[in-house]
C-alpha cells in the first residue's frame, strides 16, 4: 500500500504476480506496454485511475480491475480469457471493447452501473455470474456464446435486447430478474 505513489512505467513487464498494486488510491497513471499476463489482485481499489490501455495483455487472473471507481477507459484488445472477478464495481466505465475476449471465469462484470456498451465478439464460454447488476445495459450480442453458467444476465433491469445464436448449454438462474427483456 502506497498512497503517494501516482504514476508508474514498466515498459518491459511482461507478469505480474498476485496484489499488483493494489490499495493504491492516489495512482493516476499506469504504462505497461509489454503486460501479457497478470495474477491474482490487479490494480484493486485504485480510486484515481480513469484511464488505462493494456495493448498486449491476454490473460488474467482473480479480481482485475475490482472497485476503481474513476475509469472511464479500458483498452484490453488482445485479452483472451479472465479469471474470476474481473471488472467488479467500476462505476463510471460506459464501454467495453474486447475484440478477442474467448471465456471468462465467475463474477465477470458485476455491478458496472453505467455501462451502456459492451462487445464481445468471440465469446464462447462463460462461468457463474455474468453480467450482474449491469443497470445501464440495453442490448447484448453474444454471436459466439455456447456454454454459460449460474445466473447468466441476473438483474440487468435495463436489458430489452439479448442475441444468443449459438447457445448449447447454461446454469440455473438463466436471465433472472431481467425486468426489461421482451
Given amino acids: 500500500r502506497n498512497n503517494s505513489l501516482t504514476s508508474l512505467n514498466l515498459p518491459r513487464l511482461k507478469k505480474t504476480g498476485n496484489d499488483f498494486l493494489c490499495d493504491n488510491i492516489s495512482f493516476a497513471s499506469l504504462s505497461l506496454p ?24 491476454e490473460k488474467t ?50 455491478r458496472n452501473d453505467s455501462l451502456t456498451s459492451l462487445n464481445l465478439p468471440q465469446l464462447r464460454k462463460v462461468g457463474n455470474y455474468f453480467l450482474f447488476h449491469n443497470d445501464s445495459l440495453t442490448s447484448l450480442n453474444l454471436p459466439h456464446l455456447e456454454e454459460a453458467g449460474n445466473d447468466f444476465l441476473f438483474r440487468n433491469t435495463s436489458l430489452r435486447s439479448l442475441v444468443l445464436p449459438r447457445l448449447k448449454e447454461v446454469g ?5 430478474r431481467n425486468n426489461s427483456l421482451t
Fill in 61 to 110: 487472473g482473480n479480481d482485475f480491475l475490482c472497485d476503481n471507481n474513476s475509469l472511464v477507459s479500458l483498452k484490453l484488445p488482445q485479452l483472451k480469457q479472465v479469471g474470476d472477478g474481473f471488472l467488479v464495481r467500476n462505476d463510471t466505465l460506459t464501454s467495453l471493447n474486447l475484440p478477442r475476449l474467448e471465456k471468462t471465469g465467475n463474477d465477470f462484470l458485476l
Fill in 34 to 57: 509489454q503486460l501479457k499476463h497478470v495474477g491474482d489482485g490487479f490494480l484493486f481499489r485504485n480510486d484515481s485511475l480513469t484511464s488505462l490501455n493494456l495493448p498486449r495483455l
Fill in 172 to 176: 440455473s438462474d438463466f436471465l433472472g
